[in-house]
């Protein structure tokens, strides 16, 4: 046993510090200029990108999918036990493909405690890389962007996607944690 657990927490150790590489390596990424786009918020009032930001220079953004997805769902849910602590450092904005009106019926439904705002009719998505296009239909990926302002520019700094066994939603960790790790289950709209 003391050999396995050895290996896990050399395993371990060596995830830790690739993922310290990771992170210095995003800091040197060059910046990427997005321009100030205008979107929909849960009431259908006009929100500039820029806006977003508050008081702020920094802005984190979640790609979500939409109402569509249920893995979305899942780390929005997630996000209303963050929500608050995130956005002591920075705002966090939760953006959608969703009509601005499917959004706020969606978030009130998930008790979302977060901003909300719809890109419907926009390129954000794809410009962002969040969106993508086969055989004629439209697919999003669900992920997070941070931005930044400055000089009157809004600069994205970095980006990374949503999946199963992220950084960004612990629960699958805690079913790596068991045997059967998450033993076929898939995310739900109840439970």
Not at 1 to 25: C, F, G, W
Not at 74 to 102: C, H, K, Q
Not at 107 to 130: K, M, Q
Request: with cysteine.
């Amino acid at each position: 046993m003391n050999d396995i657990q050895n290996k896990i927490d050399e395993l371990q150790a060596s995830i830790a510090k690739q993922r310290e590489e990771v992170v210095a390596l995003r800091k040197e990424l060059p910046l990427e200029e997005i321009k100030d786009y205008n979107f929909k918020d849960r009431q259908g009032n006009d929100v500039t990108l820029s806006s977003l930001f508050g008081d702020s220079d920094e802005l984190l953004i979640i790609h979500n999918m939409g109402k569509q997805c249920k893995y979305c769902t899942m780390w929005a849910d997630g996000f209303r036990g963050f929500s608050e602590i995130i956005s002591d450092r920075m705002p966090f904005v939760l953006t959608s493909p969703n009509e601005y009106e499917v959004l706020d019926e969606f978030a009130s439904s998930r008790s979302w405690n977060f901003p909300c705002i719809s890109y419907a009719d926009t390129n954000f998505a794809l410009d962002l890389g969040f969106e993508h296009h086969k055989d004629g239909k439209k697919y999003y990926s669900p992920g997070a962007s941070a931005l930044i302002k400055k000089g009157g520019s809004i600069l994205r700094t970095s980006y990374d996607f949503f999946g199963p066994g992220d950084y960004y939603n612990s629960a699958w960790h805690f079913f790596d944690l068991f045997p059967k790790g998450a033993d076929g289950w898939h995310p739900k709209y109840e439970y």
